[in-house]
């Protein structure tokens, strides 16, 4: 139990599972908690999530427009797909902690990007450095254009890392 209500009652509990944990809200519904969608408590949760160790892989600069996940084959091939739902372009570094994601401290020899916006993509050479046990890619999305199908400009970065 990691949180509880003013009257004692647990609202978050916490359980390991894996390498990772899982979070449970014992709530109807996280954004129902008054005052609805801006409830104090419900930013105080989240934020104690999100200050927990940190991600195996993580971009800067942060943008809420921009996701990303980490996709791995044993511990010799990594690839990291970004999106950006946002309007403007987006350029940064990607970070990935070799040791808690279970790469190999050789990954980077080799990577391969593209960039896509829509059907047009293209292949770019990234930049990429290492530092202890952290590899740092720099890479950019473009910003979604104003089409009707807001899923045709959507701009995504494939990244595939080898060793």
Do not use: Q
């Amino acid at each position: 139990m990691i949180a509880r209500d003013h009257s004692g009652t647990s609202v978050l509990l916490m359980n390991a599972l894996g390498k990772g944990s899982v979070f449970t809200v014992l709530a109807p519904t996280v954004s129902g908690i008054p005052p609805a969608g801006k409830s104090r408590f419900v930013y105080d949760i989240i934020d104690r999530i999100v200050k927990r160790p940190g991600l195996a892989v993580d971009i800067t600069p942060k943008n809420d427009k921009v996701e990303f996940i980490l996709s791995k084959t044993d511990n010799r091939e990594a690839v990291v797909f970004l999106m950006n739902h946002g309007e403007k372009a987006w350029k940064g570094t990607v970070s990935i902690d070799l040791e808690k994601s279970g790469l190999s401290k050789h990954l980077g020899e080799t990577v391969h990007a593209k960039v896509c916006k829509g059907y047009k993509e293209e292949n770019y050479s990234s930049e990429v450095t290492k530092k202890d046990n952290k590899l740092f890619v720099r890479t950019h999305l473009y910003g979604k254009g104003k089409s009707f199908d807001p899923h045709y400009m959507a701009s995504f970065t494939l990244i595939r890392i080898e060793s």
